[in-house]
């Protein structure tokens, strides 16, 4: 009696499916097959597979009865850097963690496949890595297919990467916390600094950060407040455009820009190292960043108002002023470039515990090295 053959056309559809459709597609073709009474041809099974395997948009690994890889589909290519032209693959598996060095996550993974040899349905969250070595944390289901003798005669494992959820939502809880930052602190220099930092590690870019009142304008860059003219024509530029909802286009950095400004006009620019696709999560976490960067600069324009004190631009424009000279006299003492100087004034103020306008001041006062006062 010839094998059963179940016609690929039927499995495979124009548009990618999900984790749960290959699940229910392949049942039903498994079914099928069962119905036929027919002996089930391997290889028929494993090029049945790879069709359904293709139009999955999870990670897709077949392997045959002898624990090997023979393919996989190009999702898990892409997750893993691997390619299918490659296999088999014999375990241990290359994306495997090392048993020498992880010997917990190996003896998982291991025992997963010896598991589901035998036809268990078994799902787990593993660890496994990429070609390049970054590690990846996945969810790893599926089962060996039997035949009606109870032969296991191969074996299908759906790969779902769950590294950029846990990622994303780990993104969410430190932008939560960088805005409770902006709204609790108690003057603009401090604001500054925390949305420097959060939009900095959030970002993984270089901040600048514009704050107008009026015809004054101030911005903030490395823990310094400069002046429009003292930062690159580019980054400027940057500052005046506006935002995108683009998240395909490689791009230089992402601005900042509250859909709802005050009397304090608060906006960013973060510069990436290399240009790079924007996800949609970061697209959200900036749109709110910004409207919560505004609202922190009007709420202290607000409350100096009221009380009757300075403005803090001014303050700023002040300090500004001081840092500027410091740096001069730096500039002039050591020939070196002011970019240079203002890096020795940041280092030094980092290192002991002081703001850049109060180690200027010293400078001034003293005439002594920033790593001296």
Not at 37 to 59: C, K, M, N, Y
Not at 129 to 158: E, H, K, N
Not at 206 to 225: D, N
Not at 273 to 297: F, H, K, M, W, Y
Request: aromatic share 6%; charged share 25%.
């Amino acid at each position: 009696m010839e094998a059963a053959h179940v016609d690929d056309d039927q499995l495979q559809g124009s548009q990618p499916v999900s984790a749960e459709q290959l699940d229910a597609g392949f049942s039903t073709a498994w079914a099928a097959l069962g119905r036929m009474h027919a002996p089930v041809d391997v290889s028929e099974v494993l090029g049945l597979l790879r069709v359904i395997a293709d139009s999955v948009t999870d990670g897709v690994l077949i392997l045959d009865p002898a624990d090997r890889v023979v393919g996989f589909n190009q999702a898990f290519a892409d997750l893993t850097g691997y390619s299918p032209d490659e296999t088999p693959f014999e375990p241990p598996f290359p994306w495997w963690p090392s048993e020498v060095d992880n010997p917990a996550a190996y003896q998982l993974v291991a025992s997963t496949l010896r598991e589901t040899g035998s036809g268990a349905q078994l799902q787990r969250d593993l660890i496994i890595f990429r070609r390049d070595g970054r590690p990846l944390v996945v969810q790893s289901r599926g089962a060996g297919l039997t035949s009606r003798d109870g032969t296991v005669v191969a074996r299908l494992r759906i790969v779902r990467d769950l590294t950029r959820d846990r990622a994303a939502l780990e993104h969410r809880r430190e932008a939560a916390q960088a805005a409770v930052n902006l709204a609790t602190a108690d003057d603009l220099e401090s604001l500054l600094e925390a949305a420097e930092c959060s939009f900095r590690r959030l970002f993984d870019g270089e901040p600048t950060i514009s704050v107008r009142s009026g015809t004054e304008k101030i911005l903030f860059t490395k823990g310094l407040f400069r002046r429009p003219r003292e930062v690159a024509a580019d980054i400027r530029a940057a500052l005046k455009g506006t935002t995108s909802p683009d998240t395909i286009t490689h791009r230089p950095g992402v601005l900042l820009l509250p859909g709802l400004p005050g009397e304090w006009q608060a906006k960013a620019w973060v510069q990436f190292p290399r240009p790079r696709r924007i996800g949609p999560d970061e697209l959200v976490v900036a749109d709110l960043l910004a409207q919560a960067l505004s609202n922190a600069v009007q709420r202290l324009a607000d409350a100096e108002r009221a009380a009757g004190r300075e403005a803090q631009l001014e303050e700023a424009v002040a300090s500004h002023r001081v840092v500027g000279q410091a740096v001069g006299i730096l500039v002039e003492r050591h020939r070196i470039l002011p970019e240079d100087a203002f890096d020795r004034l940041r280092a030094a103020s980092q290192d002991r515990n002081l703001r850049v306008r109060e180690l200027a001041e010293r400078i001034l006062q003293t005439g002594e090295e920033p790593d001296v006062v």
